[in-house]
């Protein structure tokens, strides 16, 4: 793959599918469309988040945010995203885009016969040792796409026939894409109108622009079970992983699985929990389906991935809300046997003031344990803000808020104080 120009790659692809959603959504008669364009300004008192020498500076960002939800019909399709374009007043940074961009569509081809396509564009970290700064940034865009085939066998069982390909490329020319085939076979069964459980087969082979190509195996078991107020579905068995690079190989084996659990507590109230561990490599999408979760994308290329999320959603009388969760992440290192370890929680209470104004808090801890250098990080942040709606398409809002990091490490601890003023026009 051409690394050089692959910035500007992510980029055309990225605002080719942004316009396209734009532009062909609103001809769905059943369509759903919103489109919100805004401007902020961001006063930072520590910009490079520093450990010495913190110098402030002040980021101008305009950024359009869309999501789309295409009406019923043979094809279905979601967007959601946003665009974003940044500049530096003193230059801390080089003005720069940002994006996170989600694209997801079927088509029903024929009777059971269905075909996917799917994106999903973010800004990942490189180095998680190091500090969340736009120079330790890259873009890495996933792309998946294929046929699915759901043969009924009478009213209680069926087989489901997938293959698909999927292109992973990152903004930064020295990280490593990849191109990847994935068959499965699925056999479910109908045990009785809440309760289904079957078996499933995966192969997949990962061809790395490197050289290396990774080969991984997987059975599972697989379940459903819904209750009136609660559902819980998953998948246990176990996986086979092989690296291999020229005439050098190695195969790894393990306990896989994945987990999830929601539930209605009152009418007000949801828990949620969702759990997974693969084997699988650091340019596949478990970080997109684990928001908290970092691939180190500076270490092993094969890993084993395990993580765990959880947490409440509340709905006051007042129509305050109060959003909590707790996460837990271990990545194991297979080339190199070493451990990176995370734990944290994130708090989010807000509360309208009035019929135009809100106000909310929001607070952060992560803890982080590396084991190549033997460090611990902790980071902390806070954050406090107001909306105030001036009509029903225009949004003015503040926030201030700080963060730190502890170390170890003494060059990776940092202090920074910031204030930001935005607005927001919705157009549609």
């Known amino acids: 793959m051409a690394k050089a120009t692959g910035e500007g790659i992510l980029r055309t692809t990225s605002l080719t599918i942004f316009a396209f959603a734009l532009a062909f959504a ?10 919100i364009g805004g401007q902020s300004i961001r006063h930072s008192d520590n910009a490079r988040k520093a450990a010495t020498n ?13 999501t789309y939800v295409s ?3 043979r094809c279905n399709a979601s967007f959601g995203g946003t665009l974003g374009y940044s500049t530096w007043l003193d230059d801390a940074y080089r003005s720069e885009t940002d994006a996170n961009l989600d694209l997801e569509s079927q088509c029903e081809l ?4 269905f075909w996917n396509l799917n994106n999903n564009l973010r800004e990942v970290s490189q180095d998680t040792t190091q500090t969340q700064t736009p120079e ?3 873009r890495k865009n996933l792309f998946s796409t294929g046929p699915r085939y759901i043969l009924r066998l009478g009213s209680a069982n069926s087989i489901a026939f997938d293959t698909k390909y999927e292109n992973t490329e990152f903004s930064e020319p020295d990280e490593i894409d990849s191109e990847r085939y994935i068959g499965s076979i699925a056999w479910t069964r109908l045990i009785s109108q809440t309760l289904s459980g079957g078996i499933s087969a995966i192969a997949s082979r990962t061809e790395l622009d490197s050289g290396a190509d990774i080969d991984v195996e997987t059975v599972k078991a ?5 209750w009136p107020t609660t559902v819980i579905s998953g998948a246990f068995g176990v996986s086979e992983i092989e690296s291999s690079f020229g005439s050098n190989s190695e195969t790894n084996d393990g306990i896989v699985g994945e987990l999830e659990l929601t539930r209605a507590i009152n009418p007000s109230t949801n828990w949620y929990l969702k759990a997974a561990r693969e084997l699988t490599d650091r340019t596949s999408s478990f970080d997109l389906r684990f928001d908290e979760f970092e691939f180190n994308l500076n270490e092993s290329i094969s890993v084993e991935t395990t993580a765990l999320s959880t947490g409440i959603d509340k709905v006051f009388s007042d129509r305050s809300s109060l959003n909590a969760r707790l996460f837990v992440n271990r990545t194991d290192l297979l080339e190199t046997d070493e451990l990176e370890e995370s734990a944290g929680l994130d708090l989010r209470y807000s509360r309208p003031l009035s019929e135009v104004l809100k106000a909310y808090t929001g607070i952060g801890y992560r803890y982080s344990k590396y084991e190549q250098d033997d460090s611990d990080d902790e980071r902390t942040n806070l954050e406090l803000g107001l909306d105030y ?24 601890e940092f202090r920074e104080t910031w204030v930001q003023l935005g607005i927001e026009y919705r157009f549609r």
């Open 26 to 35: 609103p001809v769905v008669g059943a369509a759903q469309l919103e489109v």
């Open 54 to 66: 913190e110098s402030s500076d002040q980021e101008s960002r305009t950024y359009v945010t869309a």
């Open 71 to 73: 009406g019923p019909g």
């Open 110 to 113: 024929a009777s059971g016969l």
């Open 136 to 138: 330790n940034r890259t």
């Open 222 to 226: 697989t379940f459903n079970k819904a």
């Open 389 to 412: 709606l001036m009509s029903r398409e225009l949004k003015v809002y503040g926030q201030v808020g700080h963060e730190q990091k502890d170390s170890d490490v003494p060059s990776r």
